[in-house]
T-cell receptor, first 116, second 116 residues
Framework: EAGVAQSPRYKIIEKRQSVAFWCNPI?????LYWYQQILGQGPKLLIQ????????DSQLPKDRFSAERLKGVDSTLKIQPAKLEDSAVYLC??????????????FGPGTRLTVL | AQKVTQAQTEISVVEKEDVTLDCVYE???????LFWYKQPPSGELVFLIR??????QNEISGRYSWNFQKSTSSFNFTITASQVVDSAVYFC?????????????FGTGTRLQVTL
């Protein structure tokens, strides 16, 4: 079974530029998560989708971050404009059907973003 | 509020030594799940174990074992006869269920360095 796929793996941009990340979850997983992991810290949830609907985006900086999951499968996370403090690894995860606490989240390899 | 504390920032051991990674959590929920993930240098978070709050039995999987003690709110992870391949950052995480959302709160991680 294929795992969670993410691209690109690395991205370097200058501040005020825009950037987009792509995620393809494990087949059949209805719930998709985006996390931000700053160096030396644990991942922090940015947004959670169930199918193509947003379940929780309370920690998403909505003035510059946006995410969509139009067909309930792939998802994109965008930052516009980027700031220096956005330098981090962006992790995508997915879990089965309903976002119950019994579900295990499986993570992709992440995208390492460097903002100069 | 949910909180996970991993007080050990970094641990160094020599191969074949046993090592225990500590995890202490805080939650008001009576039903919750605890997880351990491994993050090797490649960056991907690898799922190791999930434990629910009603199951306090210890678990062993090969060289890995977990000790869940509800009385002390701890979920410690022991690697027996450590190997160089065990070198990674290990995260403990806590899952709550809030309506349809399943938040995963991570600790700050413990970096394990195993040397020859």
């Amino acid at each position: 079974e294929a795992g969670v796929a993410q691209s690109p793996r690395y991205k370097i941009i200058e501040k005020r530029q825009s950037v987009a990340f792509w995620c393809n979850p494990i087949s059949g997983h209805a719930t998709l998560y985006w996390y931000q992991q700053i160096l030396g810290q644990g991942p922090k949830l940015l947004i959670q989708f169930q199918n193509n609907g947003v379940v929780d985006d309370s920690q998403l900086p909505k003035d510059r971050f946006s995410a969509e999951r139009l067909k309930g499968v792939d998802s994109t996370l965008k930052i516009q404009p980027a700031k220096l403090e956005d330098s981090a690894v962006y992790l995508c995860a997915s879990s089965q059907v309903r976002p119950l606490s019994t579900d295990t989240q499986y993570f992709g390899p992440g995208t390492r973003l460097t903002v100069l | 509020a949910q909180k996970v504390t991993q007080a050990q920032t970094e641990i160094s051991v020599v191969e074949k030594e046993d090592v225990t990674l500590d995890c202490v959590y805080e939650t008001r929920d009576t039903t919750y799940y605890l997880f351990w993930y491994k993050q090797p240098p490649s960056g991907e978070l690898v799922f190791l174990i999930r434990r629910n709050s009603f199951d306090e039995q210890n678990e062993i999987s090969g060289r890995y074992s977990w000790n869940f003690q509800k009385s002390t709110s701890s979920f410690n992870f022991t690697i027996t006869a450590s190997q160089v391949v065990d070198s990674a950052v290990y995260f403990c995480a806590l899952s709550e269920a809030t309506g349809t959302a399943s938040k995963l709160t991570f600790g700050t991680g413990t970096r394990l360095q195993v040397t020859l």
